[in-house]
């Protein structure tokens, strides 16, 4: 797997870091810390808390002219924001809303789309889904008078850790009216391919959504030319918008105009919202999929962090965030052989996402230990350890500086002196 030019040096990171680009610079960086988490949370960078410092001093100035006066006007906050991310995804900026948290949005997804009726009821999602996504659809089932256990379709993953894409579309039969996928699966960093299952669905009638969680941020869609259906994410990962930060949701133009299964205020029409009147007029855009009022101070850090994608380029972002990803499997298969180590991840570039699925079965102690020595990893249960260098921030030299602390730790042993179980937040 080692290309020919790798060299498991310092100077060598070094030498690659002089030649990528960064936005280091941008971002809160404690020193002698290496931050291998943003796949979880994305660090804070002085533009977000630019942005968000405005939205307070419009609301401390102005009070409720905020809405419609401020630096960064809340009234059409969400619109706005979808539009700065459609490019991310691939989508028209009336394709795309800031709203709600991710849950939220796959139950308006599925309050809105799923239809049962005939013999179309069942849903396919995957064993390895996120299980949030899991909970939104069987309570989704559950409020149509159907059993989960009968019509959610779990496509099974032959090695615990991927899914293989041939499966999904052999479980889409004429009984199914929705596919539902994660892009990127949250374990094992698997990138499914999108376009082609969006291809299989649409010939067959299907309707399907993608939860790009693990991948908005860190690698190209083109959701619009693909034909996905709908599409939820939360912006907090590689988006960096601040913890429990605003969701964003992607519906295809064909759908436009569909009244939304959860209607708010929120959903209306723009020119006819303050109306007030009792029958809603709901927008023609995925702002008609809104509810209620948005969380300004949770929209606000967003506006800065995505201004920075725009500088810097999703295709630069995927293409440096490839070339950490290899890194760090190189430094592992170079420095790691002996402490009985696997890759989960696959190490294909077509294949992989946006962080390193590390396996160990003692992989709960080793994150303890890392955290000791200031570096921040991620562990899911039962046995994956997930690094994620992080093309804004993160240096390959900081990716060689890890794997350097992770050996240390295995040659002594220091990681023994922990349990071998999860905190309560992992």
Not at 148 to 158: A, I, M, Y
Request: aromatic share 10%; hydrophobic share 40%; with cysteine.
């Amino acid at each position: 797997m080692k290309t020919d030019t790798f060299l498991p040096t310092k100077e060598y990171a070094q030498q690659l870091d002089q030649q990528s680009i960064t936005f280091r610079e941008e971002f809160y960086i404690k020193e002698g810390t290496y931050y291998m988490d943003g796949n979880s949370l994305g660090l804070l960078s002085k533009r977000a808390e630019k942005t968000l410092l405005l939205s307070l001093d419009d609301w401390k100035n102005l009070g409720i002219d905020g809405w419609l006066s401020g630096n960064q006007p809340w009234f059409d906050f969400s619109e706005r924001l979808g539009a700065l991310t459609a490019p991310l995804i691939g989508a028209k900026p009336e394709e795309t809303i800031v709203t709600g948290s991710i849950t939220r949005n796959i139950h308006q997804i599925f309050a809105t789309f799923y239809k049962p009726e005939g013999k179309r009821t069942k849903i396919i999602a995957t064993e390895l889904d996120f299980p949030s996504d899991i909970y939104a659809i069987k309570s989704q089932m559950h409020l149509h008078g159907l059993d989960p256990e009968e019509h959610l379709v779990l496509v099974k993953s032959h090695d615990s850790r991927t899914i293989n894409e041939a499966d999904i579309i052999n479980a889409m039969t004429d009984e199914v009216a929705i596919v539902w996928m994660p892009s990127v699966l949250y374990r094992s960093g698997q990138l499914l391919d999108m376009e082609l299952l969006a291809k299989e669905a649409q010939k067959r009638n299907i309707l399907i959504g993608v939860d790009l969680a693990h991948s908005i941020g860190a690698i190209p869609h083109s959701l619009h030319d693909w034909n996905v259906d709908f599409a939820v994410w939360c912006n907090y990962k590689y988006l960096n918008s601040g913890p429990g930060g605003v969701g964003g949701l992607f519906v295809h133009e064909k759908h436009l105009g569909k009244a939304p299964g959860l209607a708010g205020w929120f959903s209306s029409d723009k020119n006819k919202q303050f109306d007030l009147e009792l029958e809603l007029t709901h927008a023609h855009s995925a702002g008609a999929f809104q509810i209620g009022t948005p969380h300004i101070l949770s929209c606000a850090p967003l506006l800065g962090s995505l201004e920075i994608f725009a500088e810097a380029g999703i295709e630069n972002i995927r293409s440096k965030s490839l070339e950490m990803t290899k890194y760090m499997m190189e430094l592992i298969e170079e420095e790691l052989p002996d402490f009985g180590f696997a890759i989960g991840n696959p190490t294909e570039n077509e294949r992989r996402g946006g962080h390193v699925c590390l396996e160990h079965k003692e992989a709960a102690r080793i994150c303890k230990t890392l955290k000791g020595h200031h570096v921040i990893p991620d562990f899911r249960s039962p046995n994956v350890i997930r690094l994620a260098p992080i093309a804004l921030y993160t240096t390959f030299e900081d990716v060689w500086e890890t794997i350097q602390i992770l050996k240390r730790i295995m040659q002594t042993e220091e990681y023994k002196k922990y349990k071998n179980d999860r905190e309560i937040v992992a």
